[in-house]
């Protein structure tokens, strides 16, 4: 299914999602997706095309991020991949259908694991949730459900928005 999504891209051009556009980034290109304005909450979550747990999950984690995109969740999908593999990275998320930020993590292993999550292993898949400000609020290490995305997302989705900082005269 993989090679038939890679050698269709041509013929395919105008049809469905357009490609996905994946970045090799370090650290800090990443924060800042994760912190980008315009979001009440960010799911990131740390995968590779070789890892079946991650692959498994990617229809619902897919499903509930665009059932919840027009409320304001943004997913960023960040692979460990080797940069060698960024069109085998970019073919999976296009066949999924995906259409947010997706990185390929480049640079220190430990910095980038304890950047999004101090208690993660660094084993994947991991999901971390952060508030539209970049605070982070929760993670799940392995495969993560729907059922367990929804309650704190939702409480994301739901809170006001923060006040505006009031400019001094």
């Known amino acids: 299914m993989l ?4 050698l269709a891209w041509p013929a395919a051009a105008g049809e469905g999602p357009a490609p ?5 980034a370090e650290l800090p290109a990443i924060q800042a997706a994760i912190k980008a304005p315009g979001a009440k909450a960010v799911l990131v979550n740390v995968w590779a ?3 079946e747990p991650c692959r498994a999950e990617l229809p619902a984690l897919l499903r509930f ?3 919840r995109k027009p409320r304001g969740l943004r997913l960023v999908m960040v692979s460990v991949d080797g940069e060698t593999e960024r069109a085998t990275v970019e073919a999976v998320l296009h066949e ?8 390929i993590k480049r640079g220190n292993d430990d910095e980038f ?18 508030d539209g400000a ?11 459900t729907e059922a367990a995305l929804e309650k704190p997302v ?3 989705l739901s809170a006001p928005p923060p006040p505006k900082p009031r400019r001094r005269p």
């Open 49 to 51: 095309t070789w890892c």
């Open 113 to 130: 694991v304890n950047a999004i999550e101090p208690r993660w292993s660094g084993a994947i898949p991991v999901t971390v949730l952060y």
């Open 65 to 67: 991020y665009k059932d």
């Open 96 to 103: 999924a259908g995906f259409d947010g930020p997706a990185f």
């Open 134 to 144: 970049g605070g982070r609020k929760q993670f799940w290490s392995g495969p993560v």
């Open 154 to 156: 939702a409480a994301l």
């Open 20 to 24: 996905v556009a994946v970045t090799v």
């Open 3 to 6: 090679l038939s999504a890679l």
